[in-house]
């Protein structure tokens, strides 16, 4: 993998990864003239035990533009600069314009619960140059690549500041509410382990504590066995719909040995992650013949030089959808109560996406 | 509060309340022919430590049925029945057809996670005979009647079974995937206090050991004092926009003193809160002058038969809208992370439904 590390004139940072040499002459551009002073501020809730972020500027960041300008796509016009250059250039990741988190954050207002500066970090992580393109549709050599830059990615963030937890996180499709069309994905980087990968963590090192193995160890071992909801079975991944499936096309995808985090995957392992991802991808798109919105995303251990052998880097992927044509809305019992109520099994919902041929070998 | 309990054909329950003496001779009408079996199952998700439910006939639902055809409102033909009488009744509370809960449930497949019967109840509550009225709509002496039902029913279910959390919700518009638009909400029961309820109980619990009153008393002195995010200051009640909002127009309404759930409100409490939850919801009206959609979800002490000095009887509203034409979607760090990131301050959503004008005394 060759990176390029550059700064745009507004002060951003944005790294250029590609598995050819980049030319050194490559200049980093940006939309945006002026330095954007983000001072997202966190509130303590007192109810849930948890922070909340308020990121003001957030309401002017861009909502379905029009098609002709794309900010993720190269700039090859240098009087209308979008956020990355033009290249040859796979992977580009830079610093969210609008960020909810920030590692410049220093202020916070007083208020009648606690309130600190919203310390983090935000990255947009472009997986093509190629508009058109999907993340699934990609060269298995290319996805690989992506999950070598989710690896590095989360190793530099946590040297550049006090940073406990990163999630790489991908929203696709307008029925998520995504604004740009272009093939990207995210990086959220938190000082505190958020609540959900929190809680998991806590599960996991419980169970690890009692069985001397973790609880996704121990469901992948099942699933490979009961293999009715299996969509991928590789020498070193897999990708299944979880018997617990909280979504009815909610799928999992992990190595199957017990990694903890992205940096500490081996070759291998990387090359049927990225076999087991574009299979997954494939069938989601194939499933109605258009593309499939869902939210993905990877969950690895906490940055905080500790091992954590209790740890399973996996994804979670969960559609909007319940059927072609209904939404899975989140109501009464999913937001208010925490507690899932599936109109699906994932044994059917498997069956189907089961059906679905690709090819993740072909061009 | 005059009741009347009556059975349907397919042998589901159906309460019929009113402020004024009812007529024995109501009959309970049913759409259905023949009794559903229900037989809902619970699965382990053993990453998360918590149940989803299975219900796979919930698929067969209305969704968006033509509008002729209203099954909550009073049966009129009975060759057409409805799901509710004609008569003389305010609210009615009948047993949901197709529940993701049930007390009757006892089976549960063997899979490679614990499963359990989905024991609960889930009730629809019809919160008037009229189609075209809303909850902020009904007079202030009909709302007041609505939460003693919510009293009364949270009683009545918990000595119906092994239930030990009971959820009055609503959920309201087609933005939060409402299938049937004439006024009503939903009851869920759960056997064990799901996880939203439950983290607030814990919460609330460490809070009170450590200061002697709960996390919302002391906010709600807080809010009052602060002023600017309230929306009904009332003698007994407070609607305020918290301080640490996740949505946008969130809103929470509560009695100030530390009421642990419906039954024990003291009247002159629960009319004031009828009358803040009435002028939260006109706000919310007017603002676009359109019905405005959201999830309100009313949190009270378990039913586990313990004192609970901790908990605070209150609602929580979630509207999906952050302007007046972008919805708010929960994505990448709302809902894999649990991390809230907002993009208006709360102080200035509040100031919107400040200067939204309203009668709540009105006709």
């Known amino acids: 993998m060759h990176t390029l590390e550059l700064t745009k004139p507004d002060g951003r940072s944005l790294t250029l990864y590609s598995r050819r040499p980049l030319p050194s002459e490559l200049r980093a551009p940006s939309p945006f003239p002026r330095p954007l002073e983000a001072q997202p501020h966190l509130r303590w809730h007192p109810l849930r035990a948890e922070w909340v972020t308020y990121a003001t500027y957030r309401q002017d960041r861009p909502f379905l533009p029009p098609v002709a300008y794309n900010p993720l796509a190269p700039t090859v016009d240098p009087a209308a600069p979008t956020e990355v250059p033009d290249g040859d250039w796979d992977v580009a990741v830079f610093d969210n314009r609008f960020p909810s988190l920030s590692l410049g954050a220093?202020?916070?207002?007083?208020?009648?619960?606690?309130?600190?500066?919203?310390?983090?970090?935000?990255?947009?992580?472009?997986?093509?140059?190629?508009?058109?393109?999907?993340?699934?549709?990609?060269?298995?050599?290319?996805?690989?690549?992506?999950?070598?830059?989710?690896?590095?990615?989360?190793?530099?963030?946590?040297?550049?500041?006090?940073?406990?937890?990163?999630?790489?996180?991908?929203?696709?499709?307008?029925?998520?509410?995504?604004?740009?069309?272009?093939?990207?994905?995210?990086?959220?980087?938190?000082?505190?382990?958020?609540?959900?990968?929190?809680?998991?963590?806590?599960?996991?090192?419980?169970?690890?504590?009692?069985?001397?193995?973790?609880?996704?160890?121990?469901?992948?071992?099942?699933?490979?066995?009961?293999?009715?909801?299996?969509?991928?079975?590789?020498?070193?991944?897999?990708?299944?719909?979880?018997?617990?499936?909280?979504?009815?096309?909610?799928?999992?995808?992990?190595?199957?040995?017990?990694?903890?985090?992205?940096s500490a995957l081996l070759p291998v392992q990387r090359a049927d992650l990225a076999r087991a991802m574009k299979t997954v991808l494939l069938k989601y798109d194939g499933l109605w013949q258009r593309p499939f919105p869902y939210l993905m995303a990877w969950y690895q251990a906490p940055t905080d030089g500790r091992s954590h052998p209790e740890c399973h880097l996996h994804a979670e992927l969960y559609p909007p959808y319940r059927t072609r044509d209904k939404l899975k809305y989140l109501a009464g019992t999913e937001i208010a109560a925490g507690f899932f109520a599936m109109d699906a099994l994932p044994e059917n919902k498997a069956q189907e996406l089961q059906q679905v041929k690709v090819d993740i070998d072909g061009p």
Chains 1, 2 share one sequence.
């Open 106 to 262: 220093d202020l916070a207002p007083e208020l009648i619960v606690p309130t600190a500066p919203a310390t983090g970090k935000c990255e947009v992580v472009v997986y093509s140059r190629d508009a058109t393109a999907s993340l699934g549709r990609l060269p298995l050599a290319h996805i690989e690549l992506l999950i070598e830059v989710w690896g590095e990615r989360t190793q530099r963030i946590a040297q550049a500041g006090p940073i406990e937890y990163v999630l790489p996180f991908e929203n696709r499709g307008a029925e998520v509410g995504v604004t740009l069309h272009h093939p990207h994905g995210q990086i959220y980087a938190y000082r505190n382990t958020p609540p959900v990968p929190k809680r998991m963590l806590d599960v996991a090192l419980d169970y690890y504590a009692a069985h001397g193995r973790g609880p996704l160890a121990e469901l992948i071992q099942g699933e490979i066995k009961a293999s009715v909801r299996m969509l991928y079975a590789g020498e070193h991944a897999v990708a299944f719909i979880p018997v617990c499936a909280r979504y009815p096309y909610e799928v999992w995808i992990a190595p199957i040995a017990p990694v903890d985090s992205f």
